[in-house]
């Protein structure tokens, strides 16, 4: 990185803190640091709930998996629409009413507090460890990319987050997640321009597409009904409408976001805001990855994204110089077809296609010789991608725009994570455990304390965290292993008003114990399972066992 790139990106990292400090250094009450004194609008809710979602995660692991797997992903997103009309309707008027700090209030009301506390115990469990692994997912990439010490620049992304978290709350939340979006996106539509830009003359927007097309990389719907396919029509429209239904109906992190609307109908324009643009983002988001595939199909790209600096013999060496060796070869071959690519050639067309998968098995076979070498060699290079290429082809001064990019996407998305950690732990336990005094002075306190205590907590998860695969895929994991046990407490509060607080509380229990053994299972091998149906399964689960409990219970009076 020159110098230009480090004040770019240090110069970015600064105004957002200092911007989103100052504008909301007067809090002086609960209200005002939980939930802004409700003066948000429907624009700045939407960027806010996108921003919390959209962590740098997204950023850094959605164009290499789109570059892996192709456009399939997108149809983990085709139930939140739907999802963002069911929460209008059903969820928004009842927070309303009860004019509550977390969703988690309305369970005592309707339950009692042992319903309460459970919920948002599993609330606190689930974002408590994916604020962490915010943090680690793209420290971890960018200290082996750049060459970074690993623990420094988790403390640099957590610190920066939790200074303006802590002094501005909610307010200062949602207020620097709308401009970090605006840098965001931006920068996105800046790389797209030099990925096109990197592609030889001959070769256009198009070609690329049909390029990308012959490869396979372009399917985005699969009507498959195979229950262990992660990412099919039928999994995003079950499992992730569940999922999205959980996360942004009764996940703290996003209700805080669009808690503090100036009204009902703010709220439910800033969620419908956020169900519009979700899909064509990262659709966009994908496509970059797609297209980044077309580049290295005539940009010679490395054997494995993520550097390696190995002790080995002789012997090994040389196993993996002849492997490079006939890499380079293929990827030479089907360079000069590519060259002369015509759609209409179907000989062509399908020599490129076996030259592409003899080069991505001698991709495969390098890793295993790594990993025999090494077994800590991360053979999941997929999240380094996007990031080789923003620093091979990127002039200098935007390679720190991008990098500013990953940066306040992971602070935006750990901002909100701390935010409603705090809010949960500081309004479902202490206030109603340990301090039920109206001293808001008092209460302030606790609040910003509490937020540097989830902030610490974070930062601690992320310097002992490891890597997991695909990281976009481990927060959703995360995510689907408690959202469908929650999302059952609220549709058993909601719909089924003979369910009483003891029924409930036992049903929340047998589905989350269930939802894990499937997954205990699933790691085992015993079966296979998108993880996106744990979602369906602890909704099902609960409803099932509260409704059969609850009759129980009422028989024996």
Same mark, same amino acid.
């Given at each position: 990185?020159?110098?230009?790139? =480090? ?71 085709? /139930? ?85 978290? !802590? ?12 401009? *970090?979006? /605006? ?25 690329? !597409? ?34 999205? !239904? ?69 012997? *090994? ?21 590519? +060259? ?17 998968? +003899? *080069? ?73 455990? =340990? ?27 992320? &310097? ?8 976009? *895929? ?11 046990t929650i999302l059952g407490v609220f549709l058993l509060a909601l719909f ?20 894990? &053994? ?32 609850q009759r129980l219970l009422t028989s024996r009076v």
């Amino acid at each position: 990185m020159s110098l230009i790139d =480090w004040f770019v990106l240090m110069g970015t990292l600064i105004l957002i803190v200092a911007y989103g400090t100052w504008k909301t250094r007067k809090n002086n009450n609960l209200q005002s640091y939980l939930k802004g004194n409700n003066k948000e609008n429907w624009a700045t809710i939407g960027l806010s709930i996108m921003a919390t979602q959209a962590s740098a995660i997204t950023f850094l692991s959605t164009p290499g998996q789109a570059y892996e797997s192709g456009m399939g992903f997108i149809q983990f997103y085709f /139930g939140l629409p739907l999802a963002m009309i069911l929460i209008s309707i059903f969820f928004l008027p009842v927070y309303y009413r009860l004019k509550v700090y977390t969703a988690y209030q309305y369970l005592e009301e309707r339950f009692d507090v042992r319903v309460r506390s459970f919920t948002a115990f599993l609330f606190l469990v689930s974002r408590g460890l994916a604020a962490g692994i915010t943090i680690y997912a793209p420290s971890i990439i960018l200290s082996t990319i750049l060459e970074w010490n690993l623990q420094l620049t988790c403390l640099l992304i957590g610190v920066l987050v939790i200074i303006y978290t !802590v002094s501005g709350g909610s307010r200062a939340v949602s207020l620097t997640q709308k401009w *970090q979006m /605006g840098i965001i996106m931006m920068g996105m539509f800046i790389a797209f321009y030099y990925v096109l830009d990197s592609f030889p003359d001959n070769v256009g927007f198009k070609e690329g !597409v049909d390029i990308a097309g012959s490869l396979g990389k372009m399917k985005i719907i699969d009507l498959s009904t195979d229950l262990g396919n992660r990412y099919t029509l039928l999994s995003g429209l079950t499992g992730g409408l569940f999922l999205f !239904v959980s996360y942004f109906g009764t996940d703290q992190s996003q209700v805080q976001r669009y808690l503090g609307g100036k009204s009902l109908k703010e709220s439910r324009m800033g969620l419908m805001f956020n169900g519009l643009l979700k899909i064509p983002m990262q659709f966009f988001i994908l496509f970059i990855g797609v297209m980044v595939f077309v580049s290295f199909q005539f940009n010679k790209p490395p054997i494995v994204f993520n550097s390696v600096t190995l002790e080995m013999t002789a012997e *090994q060496e040389f196993e993996l110089k002849e492997i490079e060796s006939n890499y380079d070869v293929v990827f030479e071959e089907k360079n000069t077809l590519l +060259k002369k690519y015509d759609e209409a050639n179907i000989e062509a067309k399908t020599a490129v296609q076996a030259l592409q998968i +003899k *080069q991505d098995s001698l991709r495969g076979i390098y890793k295993e010789a790594l990993l025999k070498i090494d077994p800590d060699f991360e053979a999941k290079d997929s999240d380094y991608i996007f990031l080789t290429f923003i620093l091979n082809f990127l002039p200098h001064g935007l390679i720190g725009l991008l990098l500013a990019v990953i940066f306040s996407a992971a602070m935006s998305s750990t901002a909100g994570e701390l935010n409603a950690l705090a809010a949960t732990t500081t309004i479902d336990y202490y206030k109603k455990f =340990w301090s039920k005094s109206d001293n808001e002075k008092k209460d302030l306190r606790v609040g910003k304390l509490l937020t540097v205590g989830w902030g610490l907590i974070a930062i601690l998860i992320a &310097l002992t965290a490891g890597m997991f695969e695909n990281l976009i *895929q481990l927060v959703n994991i995360l995510g689907s292993l408690f959202y469908g046990t929650i999302l059952g407490v609220f549709l058993l509060a909601l719909f089924f008003k003979s369910v009483k607080g003891t029924a409930a509380l036992i049903g929340g229990i047998v589905a989350q114990i269930i939802v894990l &053994l499937v997954h205990l299972l699933k790691t085992y091998e015993v079966i296979e399972l998108s993880y996106l149906m744990y979602n369906f399964i602890g909704c099902a689960v609960i409803i099932l066992v509260g409704i059969f409990t609850q009759r129980l219970l009422t028989s024996r009076v």
